[in-house]
Each structure stands twice: as structure tokens, then as C-alpha cells.
């Protein structure tokens, strides 16, 4: 276990506990989404494997994705249900709130690692771009790999850090690492290639910035420890091979899958195809000039930072080659970018030519000018500055610009027709199924369906209707309302659906297409 017994490590701990409130805030009020992914490949298929019924998008029709995730997401649900949480919102709140805590968590190291480069003022200043830095809080909340995945890189590096990821030298005594009962010496390499080899499996992406690790960790230490990392690596990688057999059929199925569709047949590309200069042109948009700051001290901190900015440079400029992007792609080694500036920054203030009074009331001013410039930036933060393109709210997009809140209305009142004892089915007209909460919020064993029909809205006595539509049918009546999204309640039985949902087939933006 760890142990936070001196000062450095009760400092690291609070300035990481900052870290939580905005995105456990978040997690509670924010129940929309930006992007499929983090419902149909993570809560809609942990809720389909504790409870048996949901949405199946075509990764796990095919196998292009490992149950890892959503297995472990299946035991927490099955846990709130079994403690008592109800209804959908509750489930998902509540898996929220554990993925806001390994965003927060995610920074503990970082912030360590930020104090023994730069002194306190960079662990403050990293605290301070991190907190409420608008693409690193937009996901910070939500249940994508990405975000699970980004602790496992950031504390692997922490435990690698006297075995080539730090600057070495007469610096490498003042480096703070775990203090942990049993691992000691070479575990600590086998526990950071064992958090290596997860984040790999959870997301094979993760290989792009995990390769220049173990080059830095053989040629800067020892190639014993180089090899340590790798052959844990390499075990956790053949588990989740093995588990991809138990649960596809066929070893590594997700990986081969992976390949084929992205890399071989570029069918990530029918989501978008964006220029090279993609993401520094959405962390322009998204973050205003004060991310020229951040650059600035990204640059600035290189000679001491080296070990850690090549990896995120490399893996920035990997992702940055391929045709289709997302901001949240490169949200993995954003923490560690931020770390980078914040100690460049840190070393900058600290060369002032000031009394030591004077230059902690300078640098205590930089940070909360930074804290709040980055916070106005996140309250005003939309789809287009992350690069993505809606469609109007008459034909299914979110109801505001803004990423905050987007689809929200849509999902609480799935979830507040699934607490309905008398509900049979419920009919969601002129709303794509791609852009909804699906069963996890609904959580109901029961039909929805997606069309107007007649012979559709027969299978169903609850309604959900989007803005642009309206309820013809005069038996249905409004029961609830969000925003300009309605429930409608009509009486009697409901007939047969002509098509279920349990069993859809390829979710994709337009909506549901294939078998």
C-alpha cells in the first residue's frame, strides 16, 4: 500500500483531492454525452452483462473490443444495484463518480513528480492548468478508456522513475517514488509493466506511447530493467489475449479486429477525416491563447521534463498521421503534457529576480490567472472548438451548443420512464438511438422503439419526443418534461414492436444500419 505520511506526499494528496470536486461535480449534474463511445462501448455493455438485456453496437457483434472494461463495469453495477441504486441515472452516476476519481488520481504522481522536478510551485501550477484545463475536465467524468487508461500510464511512469523516466544524475536521490510494503527493487518494474500492459489492452493505442518508455527505460538503466517492463507487459497482454478467447472465440480477436477495420480498411474514417494539425488547432479552440503559456512552458521544461515529453510528442504526432481524429484520442498523455508545463513554467518563475516573498505572490497570481482563464474557457466550451460537427436539435442534435449538458435532457427522462411501474414499452420517435443513454438508462427489460409507425407506437404507452416532432397520437398525454424533450403516457396494454431493440445491429451516426 501506499503510505502518506510525509509532508510531500499529504501536499501531493490534497492538491489531488482538488482535482475531484469539479469533475465529481460533473459527474452528477452532466448526464449527456459528446460521443457514443462512452456509452455503447463501456456502460451500455457493463449493463448488458450484469443484467442481460441492452444496446449492441457492431465492436461487440465483431469482437473489436475486450470485455476487460465492461466486465469490471458489470461487477460495480450489479454492487449499486445490490446496495440499492434503482434506476439507470443512479448506475450511472455512480459509475460517473468513479471515473472522475481516476481522472483526479491520474494526477497524484504527476504531481509528486512536478514537485521533486521544479519545487512546490510547479506541483501548484500543475493544479492550477489542470483543474479546470477544458479538455482534460470535458472527459474527465465520462466512462471512456481514455480516462481509464490514463492513470495506469501516468503511476507507471512514477514507478519507473529511478530506472530511466527521470532526469538521473545527482537529481535521481531527490525523486519521489511509492513507498509501498512489498514493492521494492525490480517489482516496481514488473508493477509499472503490469499498468503498461493494461492500458495497452484496455486501448492498443496506448503501444504508440508505451514503446518510446521502454526504449528510454533500456538505454537510460539497465536493458534488465527495460526487460522487466516488457515481460510484465507481456503477460497482462497474453491474459487479455486469453480472454478475448474466452469470451470471442478466438485469441487476441480484438486486437486483429482493431487492425483490420482502422489501419487496413481506415473505417474510423467514415466518422471524419481531419488535417495533421488537428489537435493543436482544437487545443487552440478549446483553451484560448493562455495554452500558448502552456507551450511556452512545455518548451521551456524539456531539458529536465525529456523522459516523459518525448513519449506525448511521439504520441501526439502518431495520432496526428492518422486520417480520422478526436480530441479525446490524445487525452491519455494529456496529464503528462500538462505536468511537462507546468514544471517549465515552475522553473521559469522560479529564476525571477525577486525577494522570496515577492516571487510566491507572483507565482500564487500566475496560477489563479491560469485557474481562471482555463475555467471562463471550459463554461464556454462547444462542439466545434473540439472539432466535431452536430446536427440541429429538429433532426436529433443536442439542444445547445455547448458540450455541456448535450443530449442530458434525453437521457434523465429515459431514465425517469424506466422508473414507471405501468410501463410496457416506450417509443422513441425521430431520435437516434446512436445519441442516447440507451438501456443503462432506461434500465427496463422491455422494447423501444425508435420509429412513428402506428404499429410501433402500438407497442409502447410511453412516448419520448424531441424537439421538431410532436405527439399526434391524441391518446398520449404529457407526464414529464426536460428542457424541450417530453414524456408522454397514453393508457392500455402495448401490442408487439416490429422490431426490438435488445438485438439492434451496427450503431453507427446515421443510426442503426446492418443486421
Known amino acids: 500500500m501506499i503510505h502518506f505520511r510525509s509532508a ?31 456509452i455503447f462501448q463501456t456502460l451500455e455493455q457493463g449493463h448488458r452483462l450484469a443484467f442481460g438485456y441492452g444496446l449492441v453496437p457492431w465492436e461487440f457483434k465483431q469482437g473489436a473490443r475486450s470485455w476487460i472494461l465492461p466486465g469490471i463495469l458489470a461487477v460495480l453495477m450489479k454492487a449499486l444495484s445490490f446496495v440499492g441504486v434503482k434506476t439507470g441515472l443512479g448506475l450511472a452516476v455512480g459509475i460517473k463518480l468513479l471515473f472522475a476519481g481516476l481522472a483526479a488520481a491520474t494526477f497524484y504522481p504527476l504531481v509528486r513528480m512536478a514537485q521533486a522536478l521544479a519545487g512546490l510551485l510547479a506541483a501548484v501550477l500543475l493544479v492550477a492548468i489542470a483543474a479546470l484545463f477544458p479538455a482534460v475536465l470535458l472527459y474527465g467524468s465520462r466512462a471512456m478508456t481514455e480516462v481509464a487508461t490514463a492513470p495506469l500510464l501516468g503511476w507507471g511512469i512514477w514507478l519507473l522513475w529511478r530506472h530511466g523516466m527521470g532526469p538521473g544524475g545527482k537529481d535521481a536521490a531527490a525523486l519521489p517514488l511509492p513507498t509501498c510494503a512489498r514493492w521494492i527493487g525490480v517489482r516496481k518494474v514488473v508493477l509499472a509493466g503490469a499498468l503498461f500492459g493494461l492500458a495497452t489492452v484496455l486501448r492498443y493505442q496506448n503501444l504508440v506511447v508505451l514503446a518510446p518508455i521502454v526504449l528510454i527505460v533500456a538505454i537510460r538503466s539497465r536493458w534488465r530493467s527495460a526487460l522487466g517492463v516488457v515481460l510484465a507487459m507481456a503477460v497482462v497482454l497474453l491474459a487479455g489475449g486469453l480472454l478475448d478467447w474466452a469470451t470471442w472465440g478466438k485469441p487476441f480477436q480484438s486486437l486483429v479486429v482493431y487492425i483490420r477495420f482502422n489501419l487496413l480498411e481506415g473505417g474510423a474514417n467514415q466518422w471524419g477525416v481531419s488535417e495533421r494539425s488537428f489537435y493543436w488547432k482544437t487545443l487552440w479552440a478549446t483553451s484560448g491563447p493562455a495554452v500558448v503559456v502552456v507551450l511556452f512552458g512545455f518548451v521551456a521544461g524539456l531539458r529536465r521534463t525529456w523522459p516523459i515529453a ?16 478526436e480530441l479525446r484520442f490524445i487525452y491519455p498523455v494529456l496529464p503528462l503534457f500538462l505536468l511537462c508545463a507546468a514544471v517549465g513554467l515552475g522553473l521559469l518563475l522560479a529564476k525571477l529576480p525577486l525577494s522570496r516573498r515577492w516571487r510566491r505572490a507572483v507565482a500564487a497570481a500566475f496560477a489563479l490567472l491560469l485557474l481562471a482563464t482555463f475555467g471562463l474557457r471550459s463554461l464556454r466550451l462547444t462542439f466545434p472548438d473540439i472539432g466535431q460537427v452536430m446536427p440541429s436539435p429538429e433532426i436529433g442534435g443536442p439542444t445547445s451548443r455547448l458540450v455541456w449538458g448535450a443530449f442530458d435532457e434525453r437521457n434523465r427522462l429515459l431514465s425517469v420512464a424506466g422508473t414507471h411501474a405501468d410501463i410496457c414499452g416506450l417509443a422513441a420517435p425521430g431520435i437516434n438511438p446512436y445519441w442516447t443513454g440507451g438501456y443503462t438508462y432506461f434500465h427496463r427489460r ?70
Open 8 to 38: 510531500n506526499a499529504r501536499l501531493g494528496l490534497g492538491l489531488c483531492l482538488a482535482m475531484v470536486a469539479p469533475r465529481a461535480y460533473l459527474a452528477v449534474s452532466d448526464q449527456g454525452m459528446v460521443w457514443a463511445d462512452e
Open 310 to 325: 518525448l513519449p506525448v510528442l511521439v504520441f501526439i504526432a502518431a495520432h496526428s498521421a492518422i486520417s480520422h481524429k
Open 446 to 515: 422491455l422494447p423501444i422503439v425508435w420509429s412513428e409507425a402506428r404499429p410501433d407506437l402500438e407497442a409502447a404507452n410511453y412516448a419520448l419526443i424531441a424537439p421538431g416532432h410532436r405527439m399526434a397520437d391524441p391518446r398520449f398525454r404529457p407526464v414529464a418534461q426536460q428542457g424541450p424533450y417530453v414524456l408522454f403516457r397514453r393508457d392500455g396494454v402495448c401490442g408487439r414492436a416490429s422490431m426490438a431493440s435488445a438485438s439492434y445491429g451496427r450503431l453507427s451516426p446515421a443510426g442503426v444500419v446492418g443486421p
